[in-house]
């Protein structure tokens, strides 16, 4: 069974496991965004994140 990636909504980018387990803590759904495009809305989304999944290409991206 091939397993198919996770994509960012915005730019299509393959997401990281860290980045595809960010959800909305006011609404309960995946976010379903890299961390580049979500450092656009970072101020108005109040994510849940699996700090356990963070990498170090999870610190370097968009600045997040």
């Known amino acids: ?3 198919i990636p996770m994509r960012c909504l915005a730019c299509n ?3 990281s496991d860290f980045e ?3 959800k ?3 609404t309960g759904e995946y976010i379903d965004l890299c961390n580049t495009c979500f450092s ?3 101020n108005v989304v109040l994510p ?3 700090e356990d999944l ?3 290409i ?3 991206e968009g600045e997040y």
């Open 1 to 3: 069974m091939k397993v």
């Open 40 to 42: 656009t809305i970072k």
């Open 24 to 26: 909305s803590t006011e």
């Open 48 to 50: 849940e994140e699996r």
């Open 54 to 56: 963070r990498e170090v």
């Open 20 to 22: 595809a387990t960010r």
């Open 58 to 60: 999870d610190d370097d």
């Open 13 to 15: 980018k393959e997401l």
